[in-house]
Antibody, heavy 120, light 106 residues
Framework: QLQLQESGPGLVKPSETLSLTCTVS??????????WAWIRQPPGKGLEWIGN???????YYNPSLKSRVAMSVDTSTNQFSLNLSSVTAADTAVYYC????????????WGQGTLVTVSS | SYELTQPPSVSVSPGQTASITCSGD??????VCWYQQKPGQSPVVVIY???KRPSGIPVRFSGSNSGDSATLIISGTQAMDEADYYC?????????FGGGTRLAVL
């Protein structure tokens, strides 16, 4: 059974870089049928897509975040990661990692989410 | 950038049919999926590729998509269907979410 687990600091200072890792179990991150995604949700607000990454390293980013986002994938550890630089309080959110089914154009599995607060 | 618009809230009586719309330019030319999110939980896909239901999703959930609008239909709505619903599409190599609709079962 597929499981995705986010990990990383729950508190980040303004202007610093938010770094999260998603560990995938129950499937190979090298499966060519999927992208691996980061999606966030500010408290009390809607879902915002951050980006997708393919196992080969191709990336697709939300244009509104593109200048601050970097995603990477490590097939040896079955993990993928998110770096979001120059964070502000507006980046406070629950961050989800997820599996995106390419042919279906939808997410079929989500992590439990991790709350990241940006505060000094 | 591409935008998807949903009504902020919809209310329905138990046993009745709920319809939640999602509008976007030429949306009928794209695949749309719908997610259900209950408080404190991760979203769950209830409809993908406009009309398909994943395994385990009740048959009362259905979808349509044509023109500039997609619709999620919940027939015989139950109290357990009270949740936030988000539409999502793929446009120009980006994933776009609608703003979400809170479904109240009153």
């Amino acid at each position: 059974q597929l499981q995705l687990q986010e990990s990383g600091p729950g508190l980040v200072k303004p202007s610093e870089t938010l770094s999260l890792t998603c560990t995938v179990s129950g499937d190979s991150i090298s499966n060519s049928s999927y992208y691996w995604a980061w999606i966030r949700q500010p408290p009390g607000k809607g879902l915002e897509w951050i980006g997708n990454i393919y196992y080969g390293g191709s990336t697709y980013y939300n244009p509104s975040l593109k200048s601050r986002v970097a995603m990477s994938v490590d097939t040896s550890t079955n993990q993928f990661s998110l770096n979001l630089s120059s964070v502000t309080a507006a980046d406070t959110a629950v961050y989800y990692c997820a599996r995106y089914v390419i042919v279906a154009n939808s997410v079929d599995s989500w992590g439990q989410g991790t709350l990241v607060t940006v505060s000094s | 950038s591409y935008e998807l618009t949903q009504p902020p809230s919809v209310s329905v009586s138990p046993g009745q049919t709920a319809s939640i719309t999602c509008s976007g330019d030429k949306l009928g030319n794209k695949y749309v999926c719908w997610y259900q999110q209950k408080p404190g939980q991760s979203p769950v896909v209830v409809i993908y590729q406009d009309t398909k239901r994943p395994s385990g999703i009740p048959v009362r959930f259905s979808g349509s998509n044509s023109g500039d609008s997609a619709t999620l239909i919940i027939s015989g709505t139950q109290a357990m269907d009270e949740a936030d619903y988000y539409c999502q599409a793929w446009d120009s190599s980006t994933v776009v979410f609608g703003g979400g609709t809170r479904l109240a079962v009153l």
